[in-house]
């Protein structure tokens, strides 16, 4: 069931991603609400999807993004839209977490 080609499925009326991950109010259902497509921008409301298509924070729209969801994302908020929605301890944290990566490859 874990199979890599097996397509993945969230949820039907799933909420938007950005939404749930930087904590924003009123949340947002994902624009794919059956929660069918294979595109990731699918799974966020229709102005985090808008952002995020052109390749800007998904939050603001201002600023190149900073941080993504995972690696191989599309989905990234700047530093100051993490800060405003999650704390500038999360911020402080995405750094620690990179410096550490930073002095392991150095090794």
């Not at 991603?17 to 699918?42: F, I, K, M, N």
């Not at 941080?67 to 750094?95: D, F």
Request: aromatic share 4%; with cysteine.
């Amino acid at each position: 069931m874990n199979h890599p080609a097996a397509p993945r499925r969230r949820p039907p009326f799933s909420v938007c991603l950005a939404c749930q991950e930087y904590q924003v109010h009123p949340q947002e259902l994902a624009v794919d609400v059956e929660g069918t497509s294979p595109r990731e921008v699918d799974a966020l409301c229709s102005p985090h999807r808008a952002r995020s298509t052109e390749g800007a924070c998904v939050l603001c729209g201002n600023r190149w993004p900073w941080v993504r969801l995972h690696g191989k994302s599309v989905i990234g908020a700047c530093r100051p839209c993490v800060v405003k929605h999650l704390g500038e301890e999360a911020a402080l944290e995405v750094e620690a977490r990179w410096d550490a990566i930073e002095r392991a490859r150095r090794l």
